[in-house]
């Protein structure tokens, strides 16, 4: 399949996913990529320039909240984020509509 479709219907999904990983317990951004990689089989492995503006626009929405760690010993600080109730109550919108999407677009293709 050619890429650009691929990854225009990729993108369409990002926020929900990452607010659905976020809403699981709080997580910082190489965590999400891993977790997101691993979860999906390779398929939604993003990288740190799809993610971080991702989660910008989050914050940004007020669906996520973000805190910097306190590193003890040898750790660096790590920036983790939690999903607000409002992320919480925009996940269920969008999960909502996803599914009602994605099983209107399978009649549509009779799948």
Known sequence: MDQ?????MKKGVYE????HLLDEGEKYGYQLLNEMQQKSGGMFALKEGTLYPILYRLEEDGCIVSRWSQPEGREVSRKYYTVTEKGRQTLRE???FWRNFSGTVGQILEI
């Open 16 to 19: 929900m996913l990452v607010l």
């Open 4 to 8: 650009k479709y691929e990854r225009q």
């Open 94 to 96: 969008i999960t909502g």
